[in-house]
Structures are given as structure tokens and as C-alpha cells.
């Protein structure tokens, strides 16, 4: 079956077909529209590794072609989904109706470092690493850190307010936001935020369309706010023979008055799972690690910092204690910790990753509930994550696409995370794949607030239909 016929059709949305493509390659010069079969294949997927082929895809360079494309997708009702690099794990980036992929990877220009004020002016397309790269030869830091950094794009950061490794001390994305600029669906330019620290000039609509999943606007600019990178760190490895045990030494040192930049969970099958996927096995094998960072502006802070924490960890039965000796020794503990996702596909072919987040007090209890979980349903789970901020992966492995098993426990996993007054996204996302369980943690008036604002926003409803509320 060729890839395009499995594009799901539509009664309400029109087919991009000759006429429409006639009208976009009036904006598009050859080189930056596609409808080559190889080309919608490649854009068809997203980390989630279901497939959706868009009928075009086109590159823009500026926010005059998104805007004027607005009008040609607003004419003939066609959908329209932006995409940065793809890494997103809820299925934001795909072309469910087929309609224009617009991939934001052209815009990638670093627009304006701005030491004076700690602010940098970039484009959507702009890799994460390479701005934190670039920033960094200017002793200048951006935190945000998501283990997809390398390839992940600040465009679908902001979309998704990423979170990451360094939330414990430093918050997530939208925490580093200051202004945007964004084509709204019905082909205005808009502004929000300026330069200025403080604003609290009308309803905040920066926040509301960071975190929006592309689903009202598609940004084009962001101008997002610095500090000064802090030239030390101390980053040690706790082994415990108890997942309780690591799980009570986070809770102890969250509250010593010591904030970590890192406080990572790994639980042994996903080290497993790492020691099979990488040849480094800087990571060893325990029944639960916690992976720790300090970081600051005095190394003898540091130190005094990492080794309250280290203490914090043997009191509360760590069995190991290994500090990162070398810049070398800490990026591998990182590059291992970045590994993990992709790793799962060791213990098995299908993963269905959640991303569930509670309030800290209730990290252990999370924990233990996501293993009851997995066990009644007889599914095999691996947890990691940001133990820190009690946002943890919980990955229900699997042999099968569609797994009933898996889908129980799900099911069970969110409905226990709310009734812990968590999350069932800490950073993820809603997507598609989890738009199902939006009830569980939003009520009916709660909800129809988010379709009215869309509709606000998108009246045609072109731009990302049926993603977060359907
Ligand atoms: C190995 C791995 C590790 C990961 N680790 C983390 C982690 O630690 N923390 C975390 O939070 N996430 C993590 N993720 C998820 C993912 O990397 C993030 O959600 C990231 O923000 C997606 O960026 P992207 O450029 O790939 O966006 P895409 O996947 O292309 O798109 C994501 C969403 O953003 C929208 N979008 C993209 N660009 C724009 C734009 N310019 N304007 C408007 N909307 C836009 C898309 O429509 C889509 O809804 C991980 C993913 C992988 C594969």
C-alpha cells in the first residue's frame, strides 16, 4: 500500500491537490515544497513512531510566507501542522488529515545575543544544543534541558514547555520565556511579552500559547531570557539496593535547603535495559540510582552542596557513592541518562511512555503504585526520571501495537496519579495520545474552556485539528 493512501480522508477538510498546490507555490520556491513520496514518508512520523503522512510538505524562511499561507489553507479548509525536529512523544507533530507539514528547520538563525540585558533572539528552528553551545562560548546559559537537547528545536520546545534534567532548580521552558512572535491560524503577526522583565499588560498570552502544542499559533521568533553559566559542578552516582530507599533520600534532599541542578531515578531493568544499548557501562547496575548535579558559581560551595546531598543519600541506605572525577566520567553518567528512552526497545519492540508528574511528597507512593500497577496487569515496566521534580517515565513495555494489558494499565496509572493531586503530563504533553485521558484530570467546564479558547484562536479550525481536546 503506498504511504499516501493510508492518509485518513476527510469529509470537512479539502485534499491538497493541483490547484492548492498551484497557490502554495506561488510563496514557495521549488526547493521548499514537496510532495515527493520520500519526503512525505520522512515527515510522517514523530517519536511516538505512529505514521501520518502530510499530502505537502514546505519550508518557510520568514513569517510572511506562514502568514500567507494561513490565507491559502483558510481558503480551501486544508490543515496545516508545524513540526521542528519530530522528537515529540504524543503525536503534536502529526499530520493526522494528511493537509501542508510545515517544518520550521529552515528558521534556525540565532537572531541576537543580548548580553546587557541576558536576553537571546532566535528562530523556531534553532537546535536546542547548538543555542546552549553557542551561549555557553559567551559564559552565557539557557537551562532548559530536555534528554532530547541534541536534536529538538526551540520551536517545539516552547510548543510543548519541555522539561528535562535541570527543572529541579531552574523550571522548565515556559519559566524562560520572554517574548514571541507567532502567526496566529487566520494569518495575523502577533507579539507577546517585550524585553522588559515585568509585564502585566492584559491577559498573559505568551504563556497561553507556550505549552500550546501548536495548536493556536505557529511561533517564529522567541526571545528567551539567560543567566550566567555556572562554571562548576559536581555530579555523583547513588547506588540502593531499594527503590523506597532512593525514593525517601530524594524526599530528604529536596528539603536539606540544598537545591540540585539534576536528581535523576533510574530503576534496574532500564539500567538493563542502557548496559544492552550503549558500550559505556559508566552506569552500573542496582536496583535503584539516583544520578545527582550541583552546580554554582564556587567550587567550594559546590563541593560542600554535593557532599550534604551524598550524605543525604548514605543515610538513606545508598550502598555506593561514586563522584564523576572528570569532565569525561560526567558526561558519560549524562550521555547514558540521555540514552535511556531510546534503550527501552531492548526489553521490547512497543513502549508506551508516560510522563506523569505529583507532587514530591508523593514521589515514593508513585513509585510503588506504578510497579503494582504493572505487576497486576502483568506488563513489564521500567521507570526513570526527573525524581526531583516527581515527574517520572513510567514505560509500559510490550510485544504487541495495540495491547490491551498495557491500555488497563494506563488507565490505572493516570486515574492513581490524579487521585495523588498529580499530573497525568509533566511535560510531554497531550497530543493525541493522551488526549483520551483528558477528563481524568480536567472536568467538562474545564475543558470547554480550552475548545473555546481554540476556536478564539482558530475559528476554521485549521491549524493542528484533533489534537489536546477532541
Ligand atoms: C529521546 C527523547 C528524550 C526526550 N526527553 C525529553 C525530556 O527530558 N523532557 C521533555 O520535556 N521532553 C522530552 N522529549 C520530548 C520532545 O523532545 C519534546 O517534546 C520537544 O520539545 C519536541 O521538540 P521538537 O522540535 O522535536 O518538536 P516536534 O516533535 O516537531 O513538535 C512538537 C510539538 O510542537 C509543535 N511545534 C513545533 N514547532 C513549532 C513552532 N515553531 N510553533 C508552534 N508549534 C510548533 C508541533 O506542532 C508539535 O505539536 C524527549 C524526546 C525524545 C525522543
Redesign the pocket.
Known amino acids: 500500500m503506498s504511504i499516501l493512501s493510508s492518509t485518513p480522508a476527510s469529509q470537512d477538510y479539502r485534499p491538497v491537490d493541483k490547484a492548492v498546490m498551484k497557490r502554495l507555490a506561488t510563496i514557495f520556491p521549488q526547493d521548499r515544497i514537496s510532495n515527493s513520496e520520500v519526503d512525505l514518508f520522512t515527515y510522517a512520523y514523530?517519536?511516538t513512531k505512529k505514521q501520518y503522512p502530510p499530502q505537502v510538505v514546505v519550508w518557510p524562511e520568514t513569517a510572511e510566507e506562514i502568514s500567507a499561507l494561513f490565507s491559502i489553507a483558510n481558503e480551501y479548509r486544508i490543515p496545516v501542522?508545524?513540526?521542528?525536529?519530530?522528537?515529540?512523544?504524543t503525536g503534536?507533530?502529526l499530520a493526522l488529515r494528511g493537509g501542508i507539514l510545515v517544518s520550521?528547520e529552515r528558521m534556525d538563525s540565532i537572531i541576537e545575543i543580548d548580553e546587557k540585558n541576558r536576553l537571546v533572539t532566535v528562530q523556531?528552528g534553532v537546535v536546542l544544543a547548538t543555542l546552549k553551545t553557542e551561549l555557553q562560548k559567551k559564559g552565557l546559559f539557557y537551562p532548559p534541558d530536555?534528554?532530547?537537547a541534541k536534536?529538538?528545536?526551540i520551536?517545539?520546545?516552547?510548543?510543548?514547555c519541555?522539561?528535562?534534567?535541570n527543572c529541579v532548580k531552574y523550571g522548565t521552558t515556559k519559566d524562560w520565556v520572554q517574548s514571541i512572535k507567532?502567526v496566529l491560524p487566520t494569518g495575523e503577526v502577533i507579539r507577546a511579552g517585550t524585553k522588559a522583565r515585568k509585564n502585566v499588560v492584559g491577559y498573559n498570552l505568551l504563556q497561553l500559547i507556550v505549552g500550546s502544542?501548536?495548536t493556536l499559533?505557529?511561533?517564529?521568533e522567541a526571545t528567551l531570557r539567560l543567566i550566567p553559566y555556572p562554571p562548576h559542578r559536581s555530579t555523583f552516582v547513588a547506588q540502593f539496593d531499594s527503590v523506597r530507599n532512593s525514593a525517601n533520600a530524594v524526599q530528604s534532599m529536596l528539603q536539606s535547603g540544598v537545591t540540585p541542578c539534576a536528581l535523576e531515578f533510574i530503576d534496574r531493568i532500564s539500567l538493563e535495559a542502557a548496559h544492552s544499548h550503549v558500550e559505556d557501562k559508566t552506569l552500573p547496575v542496582c536496583d535503584a540510582l539516583l544520578l545527582v548535579e550541583v552546580d554554582g558559581f564556587d567550587l567550594d560551595e559546590v563541593k560542600r552542596d554535593s557532599h550534604v546531598l551524598s550524605k543525604i543519600c548514605a543515610d538513606n541506605g545508598a550502598n555506593e557513592i561514586t563522584l564523576a572525577n572528570s569532565e569525561e566520567e560526567r558526561q558519560a553518567c549524562w550521555d547514558i541518562r540521555?540514552s535511556l528512552?531510546?534503550a527501552m526497545y531492548a526489553k521490547a519492540p512497543y513502549k508506551t511512555n508516560e510522563d506523569i508528574c505529583v507532587p514530591s511528597s508523593q514521589f515514593p507512593t508513585l513509585l510503588e503504585k506504578a510497579y503494582e500497577i504493572a505487576d497486576r496487569n502483568h506488563v513489564l515496566t521500567l521507570c526513570f526520571g526527573h525524581a526531583g521534580d516527581g515527574n517520572i517515565h513510567v514505560n509500559f513495555m510490550s510485544h504487541k501495537e495495540k495491547d490491551p494489558d498495557v491500555e488497563k494499565a494506563v488507565d490505572e496509572l493516570f486515574q492513581a496519579v490524579v487521585a495523588l493531586e498529580g499530573s497525568i503530563s509533566g511535560?510531554?504533553?497531550i497530543?493525541i495520545t493522551k488526549a483520551p485521558y483528558l477528563a481524568y484530570e480536567m472536568n467538562e467546564k474545564e475543558r470547554s474552556l480550552l475548545v473555546d479558547i481554540k476556536k478564539v484562536f482558530d475559528p476554521a479550525g485549521i491549524l493542528?485539528p484533533d489534537?489536546i481536546v477532541v
Open positions: 514523530d517519536a501542522y508545524p513540526r521542528g525536529a519530530g522528537t515529540g512523544m503534536g507533530a520550521m523556531p530536555p534528554s532530547s536534536t529538538a528545536t520551536g517545539g520546545t516552547l510548543a510543548e519541555a522539561g528535562g534534567l507567532a502544542e501548536g499559533a505557529i511561533i517564529t540521555r528512552s531510546p511535560e510531554h504533553g497530543g493542528n489534537k
